[in-house]
């Protein structure tokens, strides 16, 4: 049945159109213009023939309003497709552009530690602070010079605060 099915779908659209007419017009002619002595002999053919070829006319007819009706959906899909793509491009543009922001700000921020972090260490902070600030801050060089904990250990620290690599 597909093989009859692609064969007809060779034929122009408008000869199902044409033959259910014709169809139609035939059982009509059979059935109501019986009296006439060529249609009354052949009336039963006419209207087996008649019948046959509406029900076929129908069938494609359908069959081709079905294919449109899918192609329209297929066509709709894929500008859906398309305005889905074009919009994931622009999503995965702003997304980079944020991971870039994100990568400087990180940036700035391990500099800003690490600086801050080099300021006590190189106690040059004392430098900078006057008053009775500087004093808290010297104690509190003097605590981390005498602090219990080992100085490799304050060494890793630093250097996971400054993005350093570890070294071996």
């Known amino acids: ?10 034929l122009p659209s408008w000869f199902w159109n044409v033959l259910l007419i014709l169809s139609l017009m035939a059982l009509i002619a059979s059935w109501v213009l019986k009296f006439i002595p060529f249609i009354g002999t052949y009336r039963l053919p006419l ?7 509406a029900i ?4 494609f007819l359908g069959a081709a ?3 449109a009706k899918w ?29 870039d922001k994100k990568t400087v700000i990180r940036e700035e921020k ?16 004392t430098k900078t602070v006057e008053g009775p600030e500087r004093i808290k801050i010297e104690k509190i060089i003097e605590y981390i010079e005498r602090c219990p904990i080992p100085k490799e250990l304050l060494d890793i620290h630093n250097q996971a605060a400054k993005g350093e690599e570890m070294k071996k």
């Open 65 to 67: 309003s079905n294919e």
């Open 47 to 53: 209207q087996v023939i008649g019948i046959i070829a």
């Open 110 to 125: 391990t500099k800003t530690i690490t600086k801050y972090i080099d300021s006590w260490i190189t106690k040059e902070i």
């Open 71 to 99: 192609k329209l959906k297929v066509t709709e899909a894929e500008a859906k497709a398309k305005e889905a793509q074009i919009l994931a491009q622009k999503l995965n543009h702003d997304l980079s552009i944020l991971a």
């Open 56 to 59: 076929t006319s129908v069938w």
């Open 1 to 10: 049945m597909d093989q009859l099915t692609w064969m007809f779908g060779f």
